[in-house]
């Protein structure tokens, strides 16, 4: 949370968190500028990560053959890093995978 707060200190970032225990320690220092969704259990459809590694997939990994664990980690992040770019395109087409009205009425 620090390190995702740190890159971004000037932003508020909203951080969409499934009932796994990692999202529910009571040690988890959150920064002033993060706040945690919880979503509703039993609902990963709602969790945009998972549009994420589905677009990931998808672009990465789909009618590839891999030798290894490690070429399907590289290929993964070079798209991955494709998306983090920031030109016009890129943001445009993470904002479709994330910015949902549910969101910003939750906050």
Request: charged share 20%; aromatic share 10%; net charge negative.
């Amino acid at each position: 949370m620090h390190q995702i707060s740190n890159k971004h200190p000037n932003d508020y970032l909203l951080a969409v968190v499934d009932g796994a225990s990692s999202h529910c320690s009571k040690g988890l220092e959150i920064p002033p500028n993060v706040h945690l969704l919880q979503l509703s259990p039993y609902c990963p459809e709602l969790n945009p990560v998972e549009h994420l590694w589905d677009y990931a997939r998808e672009k990465a990994c789909a009618n590839h053959y891999f030798e290894n664990l490690n070429g399907v980690v590289e290929k993964v992040e070079h798209e991955l890093s494709k998306l983090a770019q920031g030109t016009l395109a890129m943001v445009k087409k993470v904002s479709q995978m994330f910015y949902w009205p549910w969101m910003i009425s939750s906050v």
